[in-house]
């Protein structure tokens, strides 16, 4: 799998992606719009990826495997020492295969190098591939909230430089 950094090209496919992954787990966030309002609709980040994520101090990784978009991850700044990972994703023909590692590791030094010293994400109670895929990398789970009608699950892991 090449591993590369998104480019405004990808964004379609990303976002199919980023939808597929979530209907996997029944929790298309795209019902739930009315809720959040248009300014704060929890999605909106991927139509402006280069500014929330690559110029501000964050990066967008992208997966190709046969010429096509299979694995994505982020990771978005979220003050000057803390760094959040965000869609990971990896097309469902394509799991068990060790790409959401590959692109988690290389956020993960990516964050090192960006002067991060903590991370933290989110997941899904019921994704519990994602859960074992962050615990192996040493995320610890620190608590749960509430995102729109959404119970997930917290992560967060010190980084060693």
Do not use: W
């Not at 950094?5 to 199919?16: L, S, T």
């Not at 992606?17 to 787990?25: D, K, P, S, T």
């Not at 966030?29 to 690559?54: K, M």
């Not at 960006?114 to 019921?126: F, H, I, M, R, V």
């Amino acid at each position: 799998m090449l591993i590369r950094r998104y480019q405004a090209e990808d964004n379609e496919a990303v976002k199919a992606l980023h939808y597929a992954g979530i209907r996997q787990f029944d929790a298309d966030a795209r019902t739930d719009a009315d809720l959040f309002g248009v300014e704060s609709y929890i999605d909106a980040d991927l139509d402006d990826i280069e500014n929330v994520y690559i110029r501000n101090n964050g990066e967008f990784l992208v997966g190709i495997y046969e010429e096509k978009l299979v694995a994505m991850g982020a990771l978005k700044k979220l003050s000057a020492t803390r760094g959040e990972i965000k869609r990971m994703r990896v097309h469902l023909d394509y799991q068990r295969q060790g790409f959401g590692q590959i692109i988690l590791q290389k956020l993960m030094k990516a964050a090192v190098q960006l002067g991060y010293t903590e991370l933290c994400l989110d997941t899904l109670p019921q994704n519990i591939p994602a859960q074992r895929l962050y615990e192996k990398f040493g995320f610890v789970r620190a608590g749960q909230k509430k995102i729109g009608r959404f119970d997930v699950l917290l992560y967060e892991k010190q980084l060693i430089g």
